[in-house]
C-alpha cells in the first residue's frame, strides 16, 4: 500500500460529449483525492511524447491526432494504490469489451475513442505527470477533511 500519483486524462471525445462531469463525479466519489485539473487544447508533439511508448503501433498517428484535435481535461488524481484503482475504474481499452460498471464499460462504444487515459505503473505516472503538469505550481497541495473517513488512517496511511 502506498499513496500515489497518477495522471488521468479526459480524452477528446468525453469533453465533446458532456460527459466530463460524469466521470469526474466518480472519481471524486470513489474518494480519490484531486491535486491537478485543467482544460486545455494540446498540441500534437505533447502527445507524441506522451505516446512514445506506443510509436510504432499502426493506430499512433490517429491516436496523436484525434488527442489533439479538441480540448482534453488533464488531472492529477492522489490515493492509495491510486494507479491500479483508476486503472480499474477504467475498463479495459477496448470500450465494447469494457465490463460494465467501469468508466468506459458504461459510457462509450469505441476501441479508440475510449474517453479516459490513466497511467499504467508508477513510472508512467512519474513520466507522464512531468509532461502534463510539469509546473509544480498547479499541483494543490491540501489535505481534505474527508481523508479520515475515506480511509483508516492507522491501517492504511501510517
Ligand atoms: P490504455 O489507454 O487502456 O492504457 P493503450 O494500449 O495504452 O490503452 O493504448 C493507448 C490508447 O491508444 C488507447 O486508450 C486507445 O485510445 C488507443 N488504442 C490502443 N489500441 C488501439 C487499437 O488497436 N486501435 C485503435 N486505437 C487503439
Ligand atoms: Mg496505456
Request: hydrophobic share 40%; aromatic share 8%.
Amino acid at each position: 500500500m502506498a499513496v500515489q500519483r497518477t495522471l488521468v486524462l479526459l480524452k477528446p471525445d468525453a469533453v465533446q460529449r458532456g460527459l466530463v462531469g460524469t466521470i469526474l463525479a466518480r472519481f471524486e466519489q470513489k474518494g480519490l483525492k484531486l491535486v491537478a485539473l485543467k482544460l486545455r487544447q494540446i498540441p500534437a508533439s505533447t502527445f507524441e511524447k506522451h505516446y512514445e511508448p506506443h510509436k510504432e503501433r499502426p493506430f499512433f498517428a490517429g491516436l496523436v491526432k484525434y488527442m489533439s484535435s479538441s480540448p482534453v481535461v488533464a488531472l492529477c488524481l492522489e490515493g492509495v494504490d491510486a494507479i491500479e484503482v483508476v486503472r480499474g475504474m477504467m475498463g479495459a481499452t477496448n470500450s465494447r469489451k469494457a465490463a460494465p460498471g467501469t468508466i468506459r464499460g458504461d459510457l462509450g462504444m469505441s476501441f479508440s475513442n475510449n474517453l479516459v487515459h490513466g497511467s499504467d505503473s508508477a513510472e508512467s505516472a512519474t513520466r507522464e505527470l512531468a509532461i502534463f503538469f510539469g509546473d509544480k505550481s498547479e499541483l494543490c497541495e491540501w489535505s481534505p477533511v474527508t481523508t479520515p473517513w475515506v480511509y483508516n488512517v492507522a491501517e492504511e496511511l501510517s
